[in-house]
T-cell receptor
Framework: NAGVMQNPRHLVRRRGQEARLRCSPMKGHSHVYWYRQLPEEGLKFMVYLQKENIIDESGMPKERFSAEFPKEGPSILRIQQVVRGDSAAYFC?????????????FGSGTRLTVV | AQSVTQPDIHITVSEGASLELRCNYSYGATPYLFWYVQSPGQGLQLLLK??????LVQGIKGFEAEFKRSQSSFNLRKPSVHWSDAAEYFCAVGPPPTGNLIFGKGTKLSVKP
């Protein structure tokens, strides 16, 4: 029973390019959460999705960032026209239902470096 | 405002010594509290969680934490630290209605031989 799978583990992009981060939740989990970890900081919530629905995107930057969780396939976090300040570790977590009750399972993250 | 404070950025203890990592929270309702551990370059692993009931909770790897409502604290403890415990530890609180967690900035633990 594989855990939460994130890929790629490391991603390097030049300024202005697009970054696509993928997250496959644990089997049976229908809730996905994305968090961003900046250097020397804790994790900051970005977005909460269920299949085909964005439930809470209050932590998403207003521009250039988008997320989806289609009916089939992984959840995607997309960052358009990346800038140096987007360099961070991006973590995905999944849960079977209300995350705070069952506890999340986190993936190993994608470390994005913008050069 | 909801927040989590971990006052200690970096702690160094000797192997075999006891450990206490502090966590204070500000939350408007009954909190759900978590401790996670992150090894370098890795994701977060859940150590323990508190929802209700006994205020002393046991977790994995010999860790425990005590919820003290009057002090708004949820400190993590271990009686005897092992070198493999060197990592960064995050306290988190929830839930807002949609289930996202609020994390502290973390405490980095170093272990001396």
């Amino acid at each position: 029973n594989a855990g939460v799978m994130q890929n790629p583990r490391h991603l390097v992009r030049r300024r202005g390019q697009e970054a696509r981060l993928r997250c496959s939740p644990m089997k049976g989990h229908s809730h996905v959460y994305w968090y961003r970890q900046l250097p020397e900081e804790g994790l900051k919530f970005m977005v909460y999705l269920q299949k085909e629905n964005i439930i809470d995107e209050s932590g998403m930057p207003k521009e250039r960032f988008s997320a989806e969780f289609p009916k089939e396939g992984p959840s995607i976090l997309r960052i358009q026209q990346v800038v140096r300040g987007d360099s961070a570790a991006y973590f995905c977590a999944s849960s079977p239902s209300e995350g705070q009750v069952y506890g999340y399972t986190f993936g190993s993250g994608t470390r994005l470096t913008v050069v | 405002a909801q927040s989590v404070t971990q006052p200690d950025i970096h702690i160094t203890v000797s192997e075999g010594a006891s450990l206490e990592l502090r966590c204070n929270y500000s939350y408007g309702a009954t909190p759900y509290l978590f401790w996670y551990v992150q090894s370098p370059g890795q994701g977060l692993q859940l150590l323990l969680k508190y929802f209700s009931g006994d205020t002393l909770v046991q977790g994995i790897k010999g860790f425990e934490a005590e919820f003290k409502r009057s002090q708004s604290s949820f400190n993590l403890r271990k009686p005897s630290v092992h070198w493999s415990d060197a990592a960064e530890y995050f306290c988190a609180v929830g839930p807002p209605p949609t289930g996202n967690l609020i994390f502290g900035k973390g405490t980095k633990l170093s272990v001396k031989p």
